[in-house]
């Protein structure tokens, strides 16, 4: 009998397990903490990493002693997998420290998307500034604002004016002076905010939302006075149009009790109204693509998949866009009508957005599948080129590829080319590791086996273990019947 039950419990044991191995674990998140020994110039950051999520998750990020939060960051990654376009994000918390010192960053859980992630903390090593003393004050920030009293609410914007389709980030913040002699509390903050935001969202203006997790309190100084500052609503818009953005003022209110003398029975309720807001959007200067190309500060990163291709065969074109701007809406680069030399096919594009602060950055990769029609050398700048407009030089600019495409030449060399795998790319004739080439459909095709299939190492593992399943679920029957 003994031996039975052992023999049942070990048949279930191997199910349980092997359905357990068998389950995909690509859409696991993941915790990644920085450097742990850093100075206290520098920020500490823990990142939170979603494979295929396109939803922005969020995230109760843990408070640390002796630090205080700096904003989160948000990087949005979408990518084509197996014919299927996947989005993954990679959320940051950025930390500063009060003073140099040793900390300790507890054991903490983060719940994404119903399921927990678990980290072990580590110990954090904050060095001071060599030859110089730490501040007073670490925390302390200095902003342009004019606080009408102890208490007030602000609605801001990075910059006064700005050419049509740059970017600007709105603020609204609720600042409260460290002496101030209430105690406040928000009320029903969630519905005030919708209202709020419906008002100071500038119209024909793309959006990019800073997200905004808890409103733990940032410690500023304004006019030589200490306040704490609650950041309520944060966006960078990029204008459509040239038509200046008059935002009216809006208000919010709070219960307040006073900190002295008798308690009050029952709380005040007190309302704070912000200035209203006026940013100047310019037109851009006259050429024959205004209105069509992007505004920002832009710089190119291309590679090429080989350095020598015969005539007719395929090779990866990337065209990699970097910078700040509206990075999600960027134009593929443009193309003459002349195909003499090469045929171009439709691009592959994939982007990359980073939330720094009060500007948007990224990158965005065009990748291009062409097959040159004759001998020599090609310049891709013929066939390539990628026209915007700079705002901090007020002028027009273009970006051109550098690299050249050599077709043809003898056998040999063409047998000898460099080729690089899929993730690194030729760059003024150095490979760079990582760079982004794309996938396409045709790419390699004259070089495929079609009696070679592929394998798949999940789709392998996950056959092997159904038929696993299978077998242990048949063992498990007979067990039952014998006995």
Known sequence: M??????????????????????????????????????????????LIIPNSETRATIAFPDIPGFIKRGTSTSVTPLEINGKSVTSQVI???????????????????????ETIHSD???LTVLPTPGLAAPESATANTVDIAPNGAAFLSFRASKPSLYAGDGVALTL?????????????????????????????????????????????ISVVINN?????????????????????????????????????????????????SQPLTVTVRPLPVHPLRGRVAVGTFQLEEGLEKKNVGVGKSVRYTFSITGRGNI????????????????????????????AGDEIRGRKTFTYFVVPHQNGTVSLANHFQ???????????????????????GTEEAVANAVSIPTGEAIAN????????????LYTGIELMDSSQQPVSVSALIRSVANVLIMLMLVGMVFVLIKR
């Open 2 to 47: 003994f031996l039975v039950i052992f023999r049942n419990i070990l048949v279930l044991f191997y199910c349980v397990l092997t359905v357990g191995f068998a389950q995909s674990i690509d859409n696991v998140a993941s915790i990644e903490l920085g450097e742990t020994s850093f100075p206290i110039e520098r920020t500490f950051t823990i990142s």
């Open 92 to 114: 940051t918390q950025n930390y500063k420290a009060r003073a140099p010192g040793r900390f300790r960053l507890m054991p903490f859980s983060v719940v994404v998307n119903g």
């Open 121 to 123: 903390g580590a110990m």
């Open 173 to 217: 913040s609720f600042f409260v002076a460290d002496n101030y002699p209430y105690e406040l509390s928000f009320q029903a903050l969630d519905k005030q905010l919708q209202g709020i935001t419906r008002k100071i969202r500038p119209a024909n203006s793309w959006e990019e939302n800073v997200p905004i997790n808890d409103l733990k309190p």
């Open 225 to 273: 006075k200490k306040f704490r500052e609650y950041r309520l609503f944060e966006s960078v818009f990029f204008p459509l149009s040239s038509q200046t953005i008059r935002l009216p003022a809006v208000s919010l209110q709070l219960s307040r009790r006073p900190v002295v003398g008798p308690p009050a029975s029952q709380p005040e309720l007190v309302g704070f109204t």
């Open 328 to 355: 999600a809406t960027l134009p593929g680069p443009s193309s003459p009508d002349d195909r003499t030399e090469l045929d171009i096919f439709p691009p592959e594009e994939r982007h990359t957005v980073n939330h």
């Open 386 to 408: 990628w026209i915007y407009f700079d705002p901090q030089r007020a002028r027009y600019d273009t970006l051109r590829p550098q690299l050249a495409l050599r077709v043809g």
């Open 429 to 440: 004739g150095e490979a760079i590791p990582g760079a982004p080439v794309g996938n396409s």
